[in-house]
């Protein structure tokens, strides 16, 4: 993602990383930034014997939001996940949360 910068020109991060930034003058000099950066990421983590995030691409849900609800309020929308045909109540909170971010 490329982002217009008052004092940079332009700066850019990764969806699958988004502490791994670049910038630069022009759109072309950012995003090879940021892709160097990535590549510098990428092999630590790997010098780490850990896995690299999956392409954000390829749609992998990885990550976890927890709420707390009452009893009451989780039967709500359990009862209403039912009516609106989802498969569980983390399909139709994603489905509301997703439509009201736009």
Known sequence: MIE????????GCTVEL???MGGGKTISACAKSVLEAT????????EHDETPPSPARDGKRDQQVNIRLTAEEKLRMEEAARREGFRGLSDFIRSAGLD???
Not at 4 to 11: A, T, V
Not at 39 to 46: C, Q, S
């Open 18 to 20: 988004p502490l791994v």
């Open 4 to 11: 217009e910068d008052e004092d940079e020109g332009y700066f």
């Open 39 to 46: 590549i510098a990421a990428v092999a630590t983590i790997l």
């Open 100 to 102: 009201r971010a736009g």
